[in-house]
């Protein structure tokens, strides 16, 4: 099998792309699989690695609804959400899943659909577990393929 191409993440549009992803998206949490997919959308902006949107339907444990929420001046306003461990303990991850109930014309698809950041859990792409985005800000996914400095970091954030 060929290597994949590098994504290069300064050649990312902005205004960012949302576009439907082939690959194989999968998270797991203490070594359960908690959402598993290959029906998802990924979010492609200037110096950002890619944003992953799974379909609420993907999810194996519930979402409970979270009373915070943020602004995106690209996709409108999040919900958050808040997961409860899968191994029946009573740890629940807040405010570290999101969607756009609303969202804003453009970007209308993702409507259903939920962006994770990269950790508590474990995600992965295409069998690769990925990293997270630098930072505790933005919620991009990182894999091998990518390339180029991404934004989150320190001195990064008036880029």
Request: net charge neutral; with cysteine; aromatic share 14%.
């Amino acid at each position: 099998m060929p290597p994949k191409p590098k994504l290069n993440v300064h050649n990312f549009p902005r205004p960012p792309l949302l576009e439907k992803t082939p690959r194989h998206l999968q998270v797991k949490w203490r070594d359960q699989t908690i959402a598993d997919t290959k029906d998802a959308y990924w979010v492609l902006e200037t110096t950002h690695p890619p944003t992953y949107y799974l379909p609420v339907t993907a999810f194996t444990l519930p979402l409970h609804p979270s009373p915070h929420t943020s602004f995106c001046e690209w996709k409108g306003r999040a919900t958050y959400w808040n997961l409860q461990s899968p191994d029946g303990d009573k740890e629940v991850v807040r405010n570290r899943a999101w969607s756009y109930e609303s969202p804003t014309k453009g970007f209308e698809a993702i409507k259903g659909y939920v962006s994770l950041y990269a950790e508590p859990w474990d995600c992965y792409v295409d069998g690769e577990k990925v990293e997270p985005q630098p930072g505790d800000f933005y919620g991009g996914w990182v894999t091998g393929d990518i390339e180029g400095r991404v934004k989150g970091g320190p001195g990064t954030w008036g880029w």
